[in-house]
């Protein structure tokens, strides 16, 4: 297992390390204790088939530690897997003109026409993944085309249940197609950051009259970045919508409001929310049921994410353990890169992490 680079930073941040990293034990230096929490945490990331490991503390620019894993080149754009979702959301909150979230989507879509039931569908529903549309297995591949999306089947009334899946990310794309917010991703999102943009996958299975016309883009999961530039978007998400001083979204609030169907989701993050405070028990392990087991297992935790974080902690995730955490009260972002490990577990991370030891 080889290690193709490790840099502890110290200077600014290195109190601030300190005082969100806890104090130690009675003996231990703050540097000392400090250090084996990182080397913990990337050290476990790294037998869990880890590819880079970043954890950021945002203070005066201090970067505590940067671990590229296993050979991986630190300049090669990462798969983001369903992590991916997020930045259509982001540039949907990042718009001039940001939508009402409540406002029903219909009039955009002539094929939802007012008889069905799809025209109460809002874009709050959509982007909470409780709108109702059959998740997944539609179309001719494994994620929809954007035009797939918008046929697919009501299973449910828009509102009540969470289901994940790629349909309501590409039903987004296609909204933002029509309303050229595809083309503002790069501008209005991506550029500020310092992030090329235009790194996605597309859709496989596409008939040939639609490869021709134009590529429909994985917007669920198809987006590649370097550890680096996913941090730069934490940070942003850190700073309430800020980057260089300048407002890049203007409220970044509903990000990590949830819904009463969606009780550990908000607008493309996971919510280290309590589940037992949940409306319901019902509403709870109907939400559980509904939550991939490729992302995200249990692992005997009260909080979706970890017991010992903060209610204010949430994260980006994606299959293959691929990670965006966010720690407001810490002030701290951490972002995690890796391949298939199914013994992964975000509270074991955070763990030692945080508090210096395994569960």
């Not at 970043?54 to 671990?67: H, K």
């Not at 025209?119 to 059959?134: A, Y």
């Not at 591949?141 to 289901?163: D, K, N, Q, Y």
């Not at 049921?289 to 995730?317: C, H, N, T, W």
């Amino acid at each position: 297992m080889s290690l193709r680079s490790l840099r502890f930073h110290s200077g600014a941040g290195l109190l601030f390390v300190l005082v969100v990293l806890g104090s130690g034990c009675a003996g231990t230096s703050p540097v000392a204790d400090r250090q084996e929490r990182l080397e913990q945490a990337r050290t476990y990331s790294a037998e869990k088939a880890g590819d880079a490991l970043l954890v950021c503390v945002w203070i005066d620019g201090s970067l505590v530690l940067e671990a590229y894993q296993n050979g991986y080149d630190p300049e090669e754009p990462h798969a983001m897997t369903e992590i991916s979702m997020l930045f259509p959301i982001l540039t949907i909150l990042a718009a001039d003109d940001a939508p009402d979230l409540d406002t029903p989507i219909a009039d955009v879509f002539p094929e939802w026409d007012s008889s069905s039931a799809k025209s109460e569908i809002t874009l709050s529903q959509l982007l909470h993944f409780t709108s109702g549309l059959k998740p997944e297995g539609v179309g001719r591949g494994e994620i929809p085309t954007f035009g797939e999306a918008l046929s697919a089947p009501l299973v449910r009334p828009p509102g009540t249940s969470f289901r994940f899946g790629p349909t309501a990310i590409q039903v987004l794309g296609s909204l933002m197609r029509k309303t050229s917010d595809v083309e503002l991703m790069k501008d209005h999102f991506f550029l500020p950051l310092d992030i090329p943009g235009g790194r996605w996958q597309t859709v496989s299975g596409e008939s040939p009259a639609a490869r021709s016309a134009e590529l429909t883009p994985r917007l669920y999961d198809g987006a590649q970045l370097t550890a680096r530039e996913l941090g730069r978007i934490g940070r942003l998400l850190l700073q309430d919508g800020r980057w260089n001083g300048k407002h890049v979204i203007e409220d970044v609030t509903p990000l990590t409001e949830p819904t009463a169907a969606s009780p550990g989701f908000g607008l493309g993050v996971w919510l280290n929310t309590d589940l037992r405070a949940a409306d319901s028990a019902e509403t709870a392990s109907s939400f559980w049921k509904q939550v991939p087991e490729r992302l995200l297992l249990p692992r005997g935790q009260d909080r979706l994410i970890y017991d010992g974080a903060s209610v204010g902690l949430f994260m980006a995730a994606g299959r293959y353990n691929q990670r965006l955490y966010v720690f407001p009260s810490r002030r701290m972002v951490v972002v995690r890169l890796g391949r298939a490990d199914r013994t992964w577990s975000d509270a074991a991370f955070l763990a030692r992490l945080l508090d210096g030891k395994p569960l």
